[in-house]
């Protein structure tokens, strides 16, 4: 299936990524190569397996409901790019028209 | 006596033992091989000289005291920076994590500081782990120590270089689709993806969770044995951990392969594959013969599926993971503060990842999106269970499976950017053992054309034990482990 520039300015949204004019048009020609690659997949009868989301059996793992110490906030805090006291710092989220 | 840099972590730890050696010396030796070599080589993102004598010293001071010592301590190796390591920086070769600096330690980090080991520094990879070259690094490439010209393979190319160029003793990568076994096969280095769970992730910075696993580089299988003796093991920090005995790898390396099931499957002996390379890995069926090995064929029917499916659920999870790369946690943001909070993240995104980390962002949330889910991610999880079922046939009559780790030797640079699905054709003997979750190792089995040729070991489940003893068996009847490359001296860099 190739990808049309529509497709690629709604996913380029999706995905967050303010891609250029440039990166617009050779993502669309390089996803629809890589696309037309990826499809030899429909050649495989899936017909009769399940889905492998996970190559363990693993289900809901708990963990022990103790208190530990956890790390010093003052240590995390220091990789965000703006703070203010113990908080991280961000453009108003309600204005955006978005 | 061979210079310290170019001994083995086994071969080290005896001397430290009989107090021939400080950790201090052998740490040196390393930091000058560095200084002497890096300007070539470009294996480190950051070299923690100061760090890493300070840990010698306490070494010392500790065997001075007669403090219970194990094999690691004092032995100088280097992490691939996708590591968490407590106050060092650890960037993931990116942009948007240049000035990260982590909080904790992971949880294989943790485990070596336990066991005394020297950290070197945090060593260059491809943006995020996504590449077979580390071309993809936002830094700068490194060189495969066998021949500037070449790459090193990827995504761990720092990793697999400086243990190839004698910068590390040992040094630790991870292999999501095989970035720890390609670039092992293409530097001439033992290279082993666990199964997946056996090491913890926690701490690991995540591409792929469902594929990530973190493994060691050394120049044999007994140095492998115990990097892995040091990692493996249940972490309640990472859910997919898995509670189960940790084998006593050393005690594996019987060297005794009589009677082992050898299987070569067709699938990996196909035209793609270069006629040195086969020849290669020919030799290595005889070689493993003459030690009472069985070899003989079988069938993965599926792998011609595994790089598509490979492709779609790996940027699936990458897309999702590097959903946290926002502007609002991880210290780089834009400085364009004209939009909301929308274009700020999307801005800062742009900024931040490379041209492969945006690719794949993108296929994988097309993959995801709204329609497309059907034809492409679930898909291609039905073709993972039929590449699983293939494996566990196989098993069924082969202890080990074995095929080159890569089509064809280490490529020169540039000669694969310009199609990147020609770059992931790289890894299509690696990949399934991912989609599988099972053990690879991928070891010295020759040269072509003077490059070296890694020789490509499948085990089942929890099946590290049993390739680390072929790998050792393989070494004791061969001498490729014991090469190791000219590299022409540059001035070093500055540190």
């Known amino acids: ?98 | 006596m061979a210079d310290l840099w170019q001994i083995t972590v086994s071969e080290a730890a005896e001397l430290l033992r009989r107090r021939e050696i400080s950790a201090v010396e052998l740490t040196r030796a390393h930091l000058d091989r560095i200084e002497q070599v890096e300007g070539s080589v470009r294996a480190f993102v950051t070299v923690t000289d100061t760090e890493a004598l300070r840990q010698a010293e306490r070494v010392d001071e500790l065997r001075r005291e007669n403090a219970e010592l194990g094999p690691l301590a004092g032995i100088p190796l280097a992490l691939k920076d996708v590591l968490c390591t407590r106050g060092i920086r650890t960037t993931c070769s990116s942009r948007i994590l240049e000035h990260f600096i982590p909080p904790y330690d992971a949880t294989v980090v943790k485990r070596l500081r336990a066991a005394h080991t020297v950290t070197l520094g945090k060593t260059n990879m491809d943006e995020f782990a996504m590449g077979s070259s580390t071309e993809n690094s936002a830094f700068f490439p490194t060189r495969n120590p066998w021949d500037l010209e070449r790459v090193p393979g990827g995504s761990s190319g720092g990793s697999a270089a400086a243990v190839a160029a004698g910068e590390a003793m040992a040094s630790l990568g991870s292999d999501t689709g095989g970035s720890v076994r390609q670039p092992g096969a293409l530097t001439n280095t033992v290279a082993l993806k666990p199964t997946y769970g056996r090491v913890s992730r926690f701490g690991l910075i995540a591409f792929a969770s469902s594929l990530d696993q973190i493994g060691p580089f050394t120049r044999s299988a007994r140095d492998a044995a115990l990097m892995m003796q040091a990692i493996a093991g249940y972490d309640p920090l990472d859910s997919t951990s898995l509670d189960a005995p940790v084998p006593d790898y050393l005690a594996a390396l019987t060297g005794d392969i009589k009677g082992l099931r050898v299987g070569v499957p067709q699938e990996y002996m196909v035209e793609g594959v270069q006629p040195g390379v086969r020849a290669v890995i020919e030799r290595a069926i005889k070689t493993l013969e003459s030690l009472g090995a069985e070899v003989g064929e079988c069938s993965l029917p599926h792998t011609k599926y595994g790089i598509a499916a490979y492709y779609i659920i790996a940027p699936a999870e990458c897309s999702a993971n590097l959903a946290r790369y926002d502007g609002v946690k991880y210290t780089t943001s834009t400085r364009d503060l004209s939009g909301g909070i929308v274009e700020m993240m999307s801005k800062t995104r742009a900024e931040g990842f490379g041209a492969e980390v945006k690719r794949r962002i993108m296929l994988g949330t097309y993959a995801l999106s709204s329609g497309y889910y059907d034809a492409y991610y679930l898909k291609a999880e039905k073709v993972r269970t039929l590449i699983k079922q293939d494996f566990d046939r196989a098993f069924e009559r082969f202890d080990v499976l074995l095929g080159p780790t890569t089509p064809d030797v280490a490529f020169k640079f540039g000669a694969k950017t310009a199609d990147p699905y020609a770059m992931y054709l790289n890894d299509v003997f690696t990949i399934p053992a991912n989609l599988a979750g099972i053990a690879g190792l991928s070891m010295p089995g020759g040269f072509s054309e003077g490059l070296p040729v890694g020789v490509h070991l499948i085990g089942p489940a929890l099946g590290e034990a049993t390739l680390l003893r072929v790998a050792d068996a393989f070494e004791q009847a061969t001498d490729y482990h014991t090469q190791s490359p000219q590299i022409a001296v540059k001035k070093g860099r500055k540190r």
């Open chain 1, 1 to 98: 299936m190739s990808i049309d520039r529509e497709t690629v300015d709604h996913v380029a949204l999706l995905a967050r990524l303010a891609l250029t004019e440039k990166e617009r048009e050779q993502l669309r020609d390089q996803l629809s190569g890589i696309l037309e690659h990826i499809n030899l997949m429909s050649e495989a009868d899936t017909s009769q397996v399940p889905a492998t989301a996970h190559v363990l059996p693993l289900r809901n793992v708990m963990a022990e409901d103790q208190p530990r110490p956890s790390v010093d906030p003052d240590l995390l805090l220091e990789n965000a790019p703006s703070r203010e006291g113990d908080f991280i710092r961000v453009r108003a989220v309600l204005d955006d028209a978005e």
